[in-house]
Every structure is written in structure tokens, then in C-alpha cells.
């Protein structure tokens, strides 16, 4: 591809004070190559690093779970939830910075879409929810269980910083779920 054709594609761009080598962003995706425990694999690091090779800007990981109980959504999903991650998450850093490559962590918690055989119980929601067949998918969260994941994406960050990362970016999507509030599944019944 010609740079001069693409000029303003290939071109650099400042974001406040990071400057990125040019505006080509490889969005997250779930590649499955971390292990069970979320720890990162030489098959991640190499997954990225031919990225950074071809020439992307910027790479923003895959949804990193934030907690060990309640924020998986998938089996050999990256993890951010404690420090022993950080060593890992560092050699993934490290091996797209040679390319001039930015890289940001992608941190999540699956909310109500976290896989209940990954996490051994319910998972928490906004509300308890009741699918259509009566099943509970989701236990309401309390004030504390708020106060716990605000504090586990903390530290996310924090672990994200020690690893290296430019960035972070916080998944907030991903919500929906054809479901009924227990209230609802009641008003129906009557």
C-alpha cells in the first residue's frame, strides 16, 4: 500500500499526550488464548505481536476479567484480577513495543453475561432476573457488591500501569438479555 495514498490514514496522531504512530486500531477481540486462570500465553504474545508487525497503531486487548468471582464470561479469557497477572501482561507489552505499537487493556465484568459454570454461581445483576422458563440468570447486586467491583476495576487499572499498558478501555457493553424481572414474571402469572 502506498503511504502517500494513505497519508492521513498512516500518519501519526496525538491523543493529550500519547502520540500514536498512525490511526489503524485493531479492535478487541476474544481470542480464547489465554488460560483457564487468565494468565497470558506465548500464543497471545505472538497473536499481538504479528499484529504489531503489520503494522496496526494501536491494539486494544480482548476483554480482561477483573475479579476471580464474578466477572468471567469465557473459558481462556485474559484476566487482570490479581497481581500475580501483571508478569504476563508485562511480556504481552513488551512485545509490541519494538513496532512502535500502543497497546491499551480492555477490562470488563460480565455483569449478568458471566458464565455461571466458570464462576460456580449466579451472577450478579442490576436485579434479581428470572429467565422465561422461571430460571434465576442473575442476583441483584447490593451496595457492597458495588463498592467491590468499582474497587476491583481499580485495581485493574492499577495492574494495567504496572504491566505497561498506554491505556485502558472499559467494556460497557454487551447488557442485553431477553429477560423478565422477577416482578414482571409475577404481574404475568396473575
Do not use: W
Not at 112 to 127: E, F, R, T, V, Y
Request: aromatic fraction near 6%.
Amino acid at each position: 500500500m502506498s503511504k502517500m495514498k494513505y497519508k492521513n490514514l498512516l500518519g501519526p496522531i496525538r491523543v493529550n499526550k500519547l502520540i500514536l504512530e498512525n490511526k489503524m486500531v485493531m479492535a478487541p477481540m476474544g481470542t480464547q488464548l489465554a488460560r483457564p486462570d487468565g494468565s497470558v500465553t506465548e500464543h497471545l504474545i505472538d497473536f499481538l505481536e504479528e499484529r504489531a508487525k503489520g503494522g496496526v497503531g494501536t491494539i486494544i486487548t480482548e476483554y480482561s476479567f477483573i475479579d476471580n468471582k464474578y466477572s468471567k464470561s469465557s473459558a481462556n479469557q485474559l484476566g487482570c484480577h490479581c497481581d500475580a497477572m501483571v508478569p504476563g501482561l508485562n511480556r504481552l507489552v513488551e512485545s509490541v513495543k519494538p513496532y512502535g505499537t500502543r497497546i491499551f487493556l480492555q477490562i470488563c465484568h460480565a455483569g449478568i453475561q458471566a458464565d455461571k459454570n466458570l464462576i460456580g454461581h449466579i451472577p450478579l445483576g442490576p436485579s434479581t432476573i428470572i429467565d422465561e422458563t422461571g430460571e434465576k440468570i442473575a442476583e441483584e447486586l447490593s451496595c457492597n457488591d458495588i463498592d467491590a467491583i468499582i474497587e476491583m476495576f481499580a485495581l485493574a487499572v492499577k495492574r494495567a500501569k504496572q504491566a505497561g499498558f498506554d491505556g485502558v478501555e472499559i467494556h460497557g457493553a454487551h447488557g442485553y438479555y431477553k429477560y423478565r424481572t422477577k416482578t414482571e414474571t409475577i404481574k404475568e402469572a396473575v
